[in-house]
């Protein structure tokens, strides 16, 4: 999900009625977001980090997935000793950050853990096939041989959001990566359209406005200007390494 730099302190979630701040100092797992996060970080940042698949978390903790996505978590609530590793990681170069995180997160896997989730093929091949391509929950049941209720249920037992709010999720990223690769200047509303599996331009920017907060023009306008490497990361003040 897009965040944007914000004078906001901690990571903000954009609610129904309020804005929620969540002030992390550790680190953070932001779960899976329906709507886009705001976050202000220091003039120097320094950050690593993992990229799991919707039901990876499971594996790693004894919370339900369900009490993690949508949220900004504080990383040492739900996976302990994450504190110590973050202490250990000040002084370290990139290569052997990534080689403690990797290990902290490996041991989580063999111990420390009373129960784990067993995801099941059709959770796996539910998340892969709505990465790919937009599929109505009853195809995508159909396709895994269950009833759409089944499927329902265990993406949240095991992921912790419903197939349709991830199918959102998932076409939003598909039009982001392809949107940002238009050459400039040629983002008119219908090819902005053509490139979405929405059902048309007020759908379009409706969910667009929600995930990211702008307008696809809006959005696609501000990437151009800082870079495509901002495009998961829209910043709301010009970003010191392009001034």
């Known amino acids: 999900m897009p965040e944007r730099g914000a004078t906001i302190p901690g990571a903000t979630v954009p609610g129904a009625t309020e804005w929620r701040a969540t002030e992390v100092?550790?680190?953070?797992?932001?779960g899976v977001q329906r709507s886009y996060l705001i976050s202000e970080n220091p003039p120097q940042l320094f950050n690593i980090g993992a990229v799991l698949e919707p039901y990876g978390i499971a594996a790693l903790t004894d919370a339900r997935p369900s009490q993690l996505q949508g949220t900004v978590q504080d990383t040492d609530s739900f996976l302990p000793g994450f504190s110590a590793l973050r202490a250990g990681l000040a002084d370290a170069d990139p290569a052997a950050a990534f080689k403690a995180l990797d290990g902290f997160l490996t041991s989580r896997l063999h111990g420390g853990?009373?129960?784990?989730t067993r995801v099941g093929d059709r959770t796996r091949a539910a998340v892969a096939l709505l990465a790919e391509e937009d599929i109505p929950v009853a195809e995508l049941a159909h396709r895994l041989g269950i009833s759409p209720s089944t499927l329902q249920r265990v993406m949240i037992r095991d992921c912790g959001?419903?197939?349709k709010s991830y199918a959102d999720v998932c076409r939003f990223y598909r039009f982001v990566n392809a949107a940002v690769q238009l050459p400039a200047g040629s983002a008119s509303g219908g090819e902005l359209l053509a490139l979405a599996d929405y059902y048309d331009q007020p759908h379009l920017i409706r969910t667009f406005r929600r995930l990211s907060g702008f307008t696809p023009s809006e959005y696609l306008r501000l990437i151009r200007q800082h870079g495509p490497e901002y495009a998961a990361f829209v910043p709301l003040e010009t970003p010191t390494a392009v001034r």
Not at 25 to 30: I, L
């Open 25 to 30: 100092a550790v680190g953070f797992y932001p």
């Open 161 to 163: 959001i419903t197939p």
């Open 113 to 116: 853990v009373v129960q784990r």
